[in-house]
């Protein structure tokens, strides 16, 4: 196969035009174009204000985005964008598509837990974070929607993460929020001596770090947290897994990683500035 190159996003907010405006001047500046774009969730696909009440989160934070002048039409995705749900999205309309599907040209839910191919790489993707209730019993099914909390419709379930483990091995692991002990010791005064402080020991959680190591995959990218941070994780019967945990779109090219594919379907980071 052809080389190519692709995107990795953060969690978006509903700006898709700030997104895809990042996106335009990456491939301007350096003349390459992406064959394809992949998103860690809080993406918000709101089409309409019935989407929006469908979300988990604060009223401050309850805001319709760009996506509507998608549907409508006035703007476009330029290539084909893949996002996995995270804890603030429209599950009212989501889960209408648990298997995922195309909501709009080149613009594609992944679906709660599902396995993609993509030019070449198999691509796994798990739509959620981890909600304890959520995880160990059930989810609230759709039609329960009217008399439930939105918050439960946020979390991903274990029949969800076994199913991705029966994909092993995938090449790509798409996640929103981190996998448990992923920082490392060096790295974490990092996290420390910030305005807000991050409790090291509260970060990401067990079931996504599970993913990781038996599914070993070569890239895993994740968000949620709203801040940049990545290392390489070697594997204990050898290989390594390079993780991106992403900013959020607002902090621009911090929630961008470009990627490279070569011939034999090797992965390498390229820069993100021009
Ligand atoms: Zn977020």
């Given amino acids: 196969?052809?080389?190519?190159?692709?995107?990795?996003?953060?969690?978006v907010h509903g700006c898709m035009n700030r997104m895809n405006d990042l996106?335009?001047?990456w491939c301007k500046a350096t003349g390459n174009t992406l064959a394809f774009v992949l998103?860690?969730?809080?993406?918000?696909?709101?089409?309409?204000?019935?989407?929006?009440?469908?979300?988990?989160?604060?009223?401050?934070?309850?805001?319709?985005?760009?996506?509507?002048?998608?549907v409508s039409g006035y703007r476009q995705f330029l290539q084909p964008t893949y996002f996995i749900g995270g804890n603030h999205e429209p599950y009212g309309y989501l889960?209408?598509?648990?298997?995922?599907?195309?909501?709009?040209?080149?613009?594609h839910y992944f679906g709660r837990a599902a396995v993609k191919k993509i030019k070449g790489q198999k691509i796994a993707g798990l739509s959620g974070i981890y909600v304890e209730d959520i995880y160990t019993s059930h989810r609230?099914?759709?039609?329960?929607?009217?008399s439930t909390s939105n918050k439960a419709y946020i979390g991903f379930t274990e029949n969800e993460v076994l199913q991705l483990l029966e994909a092993e091995p995938v090449d790509i692991l798409l996640l929103?929020?981190?996998p448990k002990n992923i920082i490392h010791p060096e790295d974490k005064a990092m996290f420390q001596g910030r305005r807000r402080a991050i409790d090291i020991s509260s970060i990401g959680n067990e079931p996504a770090r599970i993913l990781v190591d038996l599914l070993k995959p070569k890239l895993v990218?994740?968000?949620?947290?709203?801040?940049?941070?990545?290392?390489?994780?070697?594997?204990?019967?050898?290989g390594s897994t390079s993780l991106f945990c992403l900013a959020d779109i607002r902090q621009e090219f911090k929630a961008l990683a470009f990627f490279r594919v070569d011939e034999e379907g090797g992965i390498?980071?390229?820069?993100?500035?021009r």
């Fill in 1 to 11: 196969m052809e080389p190519y190159f692709f995107a990795a996003v953060g969690d």
């Fill in 39 to 70: 998103q860690v969730g809080d993406f918000e696909a709101h089409r309409h204000e019935q989407d929006l009440a469908t979300m988990a989160a604060p009223a401050k934070y309850r805001t319709l985005g760009d996506f509507k002048d998608y």
């Fill in 95 to 107: 889960d209408t598509m648990p298997s995922g599907g195309e909501l709009i040209d080149n613009c």
């Fill in 221 to 238: 990218l994740c968000g949620h947290m709203h801040f940049r941070y990545q290392r390489t994780i070697p594997h204990l019967s050898g």
């Fill in 268 to 273: 390498s980071e390229v820069s993100t500035r």
């Fill in 23 to 25: 996106l335009a001047g």
């Fill in 140 to 146: 609230a099914p759709l039609e329960r929607m009217s």
């Fill in 176 to 178: 929103h929020d981190w």
